[in-house]
């Protein structure tokens, strides 16, 4: 399974501290809650297209000695099977269905399919967003979940909404892929957690 790695900060920030397995090391397991440090496992690599780099990333992985499942600490700035990251991810919907709103940085180019595939899964998301959000900020009025979920996720920060709906909830900022349970997990177990 994939949990949040502990870390903040940039990708590459990211990059250099992986290094070190103690680092992180997670001290027990979380899906058969084995109360004893993982073992290192290796990494497995993934793409990411943030708005300064575009590129392979790795990430660590950890192996349970008793259940011998693989738990990965995926960065926070990525989200499962997507190859964009969240800020891009966030600058694009934000210019999209949100335009009213002043942007620092000039919207991300964006292939107009994987453009269209967001905007689906987020409308699909909305209002299960500005219901789970309502945790963290207090919902404001706008025309439809669409805008309010935004609006929420700006006044959060998409980051820290992402921590708190993957890390509490297992839900996907834009829900998770069809084919897999709702927490996120596959049926079978498998190690193939590269982005689409
Ligand atoms: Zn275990």
Same mark, same amino acid.
């Given at each position: 399974? *994939?949990?949040?790695?502990?870390?903040?900060?940039?990708?590459? *920030?990211? @990059?250099?501290?992986?290094? +070190?397995?103690?680092?992180?090391?997670?001290?027990?397991?979380?899906?058969?809650?084995?109360?004893?440090?993982? @073992? #290192?496992?290796?990494?497995? @690599?993934?793409?990411?297209?943030?708005?300064?780099? +575009?590129?392979?990333?790795?990430?660590?992985?950890?192996?349970?000695?008793?259940?011998?499942? @693989?738990?990965?600490?995926?960065?926070? !700035?990525?989200?499962?099977?997507?190859?964009?990251?969240?800020?891009?991810?966030?600058? !694009? &919907?934000?210019?999209?269905?949100?335009?009213? *709103?002043?942007?620092?940085?000039?919207?991300?180019?964006?292939?107009?399919?994987?453009?269209?595939?967001?905007?689906?899964? !987020? $409308?699909?998301?909305?209002?299960?967003?500005?219901?789970?959000?309502?945790?963290?900020?207090?919902? $404001?009025?706008?025309?439809?979940?669409?805008?309010?979920?935004?609006?929420? &996720?700006?006044?959060?920060?998409?980051?820290?909404?992402?921590? !708190?709906?993957?890390?509490?909830?297992?839900?996907?900022?834009?829900?998770?892929?069809?084919?897999?349970?709702?927490?996120?997990?596959?049926?079978?177990?498998?190690?193939?957690? #590269?982005?689409?």
């Amino acid at each position: 399974m *994939q949990i949040l790695h502990p870390f903040a900060g940039s990708v590459q *920030q990211y @990059t250099e501290q992986l290094a +070190d397995p103690n680092r992180h090391r997670p001290s027990h397991c979380p899906q058969c809650r084995a109360n004893h440090p993982l @073992t #290192a496992h290796g990494f497995y @690599t993934r793409t990411l297209s943030d708005v300064a780099f +575009d590129g392979i990333i790795r990430v660590r992985r950890y192996l349970c000695q008793a259940c011998q499942r @693989t738990v990965s600490l995926l960065p926070e !700035f990525a989200l499962p099977y997507l190859r964009s990251s969240i800020v891009v991810i966030a600058l !694009f &919907l934000l210019t999209r269905l949100l335009p009213a *709103q002043t942007l620092a940085a000039a919207p991300p180019a964006m292939p107009y399919q994987r453009g269209q595939f967001w905007m689906r899964r !987020f $409308r699909a998301q909305a209002e299960a967003l500005c219901a789970a959000l309502a945790a963290l900020t207090k919902p $404001r009025p706008a025309p439809d979940f669409v805008h309010r979920a935004l609006i929420m &996720l700006e006044s959060t920060g998409w980051i820290a909404a992402h921590r !708190f709906l993957f890390a509490g909830l297992r839900h996907h900022l834009l829900g998770w892929p069809r084919g897999l349970a709702p927490d996120g997990r596959r049926a079978a177990f498998s190690s193939a957690d #590269a982005p689409a």
